[in-house]
Nanobody, 119 residues
């Protein structure tokens, strides 16, 4: 079992920055890759970024340059810059036991963190 505890998020004005965090605990074999997904109101959940245990990074192309992902052992961070209203969503941390590339089919999920960007 893996537990993913998220923190950060909240309300930010357009053009601002925000960092959200995820701390993974439990079976280390299932947290080789840590990923971020998001789900905007009325939309399907979409992949944002992932980082493997060897710091290999995958990104949704449209978010490159504004978002960045980093990792410190079992902690993952999503750094979001130049935020716009279109970034408003619930952001989910997730884990996978291997490096399977972008948009991993993760087995474990955090509860989600609301990020709201006001215009």
């Amino acid at each position: 079992q893996v537990q993913l505890v998220q923190s950060g998020g909240g309300l930010v004005q357009a053009g601002g920055s925000l960092r959200i965090s995820c701390v993974a605990s439990g079976h280390t074999g299932d947290i080789y890759t840590l990923a971020w997904f998001r789900q905007a109101p009325g939309k399907e959940r979409e992949f944002v970024a992932a980082i493997s245990g060897t710091a290999r990074i995958y990104f949704t192309e449209s978010l490159k340059g504004r978002f960045n992902i980093s990792r410190d052992n079992a902690k993952a961070f999503l750094h979001m810059n130049s935020l716009g209203p279109e970034d408003t969503a619930v952001y989910y941390c997730a884990s996978h036991g291997d490096d399977v590339g972008p948009a991993p089919d993760c087995h474990y999920w955090g509860r989600g963190t609301q990020v709201t960007v006001s215009s």
